[in-house]
C-alpha cells in the first residue's frame, strides 16, 4: 500500500470551540480536529484525509483571535498571510531528540539524528528550493529509551511517553522515532491546542523514514519536515480541495486531491495555478517535496509568535 499522511483522532480532549467529528475506531475521526494529532496512513479513505471547512476554520479563527489578542491585528489578517506580523527576525528552535527502541530495533544513531535535523534546517532555511522560512533548528538533546511498548504503538502510548521524556516548553520541539506502523510514517500536534494539551505536544516518526531509513521514496527526513510543519501552524496544501479558505495561504493554489508519487504536474482546481506538487504540505514522495512558500513563511512565523515565542521551562 501506499504511504500517505492524514489526519486522525488519538483520544485527545477536544475543545468545544472548534467542531469534531465523532470518533469511535482507530482512524474514525480522519478529518483531524485540531486538538488531535496528524498522522500519515494508508489504510483510512481518501475522503475522509482533509479536514472540513468548519475545522479549517477553527484552527485559523483561533489564530486570527490569539493574533488580535496580542497584536491587535486586523480579523483578515490570519486569512491573508502577506498582512500577518513578522518582525524578520530569525526563529532558532531548540530541539530534543527521543530515540525509542525495543531493546534490539530501532536505536538509531546520532550521527542520523544529526542528519535528520540538517535535513530540517535545510527545508525550512531554503536550501532546498523553496522559500527560507526563518526558521532553525539546533539540536539540544538525545535521549534513548527501551520500551518496547512505546516502540511498537506510540500513537496508543503517547501519553505515557511524552509525559515521561518530553522536556522544555511550548517553544522546544521534541521529536520521537519509533515503528509508527507499517502504513504510518509520522504524527504531530497543531500549536493552537499547547496550552490545553502541553503534555502532548511534539512530532511522532517512523525512525525507517529519517535520513538513510529503510522505507523506499520517505527516506530522505521530509517525513519530520511535514510533521514539524504541523507542529508550526501548517495546513495541508490541498485541506477543503477546491473551496476556500484552502490551507489559508494564499500562494498555496488550491488542491483537489493529494498527489502521490511524483506526478510531473496536475492541475485539479479551476482557480490560478497548478497542484504544489513538491510543497512539503502536500503528500509527495520524498523524492518530490522541496518546498515552502513565502506565505507559508508568514504563516509558520504568525504561529509562532501567537503560540510558542515564549520562554522554555
Not at 10 to 23: D, E, Q
Not at 237 to 244: I, K, Q, R, S
Amino acid at each position: 500500500m501506499r504511504l500517505r499522511r492524514v489526519c486522525t483522532l488519538l483520544g485527545v480532549v477536544t475543545a468545544a470551540t472548534v467542531p469534531v467529528p465523532a470518533a469511535t475506531g482507530r482512524h474514525a475521526g480522519a478529518g483531524c480536529s485540531p486538538a488531535a494529532l496528524h498522522a500519515r496512513h494508508a489504510d483510512v479513505p481518501r475522503d475522509r484525509d482533509v479536514l472540513s471547512p468548519t475545522q479549517v476554520r477553527g484552527l485559523l479563527d483561533d489564530l486570527r483571535r490569539t493574533l488580535i489578542a496580542k497584536f491587535g491585528t486586523a480579523d483578515e489578517m490570519a486569512f491573508d498571510p502577506a498582512r500577518l506580523p513578522d518582525t524578520g527576525e530569525k526563529i532558532v528552535i531548540p530541539l530534543r531528540f527521543h530515540v525509542i527502541t525495543n531493546g534490539r530495533v530501532g536505536r538509531v544513531p546520532k550521527a542520523r539524528v544529526v542528519r535528520q535535523v540538517a535535513a530540517l534546517n535545510a527545508a525550512y532555511g531554503g536550501r532546498t528550493g523553496g522559500a527560507d522560512t526563518g526558521v532553525s533548528f539546533r539540536l539540544t538533546g538525545v535521549s534513548v529509551t527501551a520500551n518496547a511498548r512505546w516502540f511498537a504503538r506510540p500513537k496508543q502510548n503517547d501519553r505515557a511517553m511524552m509525559t515521561a521524556l518530553r522536556r522544555g516548553g511550548g517553544n522546544t520541539l521534541n521529536v520521537y522515532s519509533a515503528v509508527v506502523g507499517a502504513e504510518v510514517l509520522g504524527f504531530s500536534t497543531f500549536p493552537q491546542w499547547y496550552r490545553g494539551h502541553p503534555g502532548l505536544d511534539g512530532v511522532v516518526v517512523d525512525y525507517r523514514s529519517l535520513p538513510g531509513g529503510g522505507t523506499a521514496h520517505f527516506n530522505r527526513g521530509y517525513t519530520a519536515v511535514h510533521e514539524v510543519g504541523h507542529w508550526l501552524g501548517l495546513l495541508h496544501t490541498f485541506e477543503n480541495g477546491c473551496v476556500p479558505p484552502g490551507d489559508g495561504v494564499a500562494d498555496t493554489p488550491y488542491e483537489a486531491a493529494p498527489t502521490e508519487g511524483c506526478p510531473a504536474a496536475k492541475d485539479t482546481c479551476p482557480a490560478p495555478g497548478t497542484d504544489p506538487i513538491h510543497n512539503f504540505m502536500d503528500y509527495g514522495n520524498d523524492d518530490c517535496m522541496r518546498a515552502f512558500t513565502p506565505g507559508q513563511a508568514r504563516r509558520i512565523r504568525a504561529s509562532w509568535a501567537a503560540y510558542r515565542a515564549t520562554p522554555s521551562r
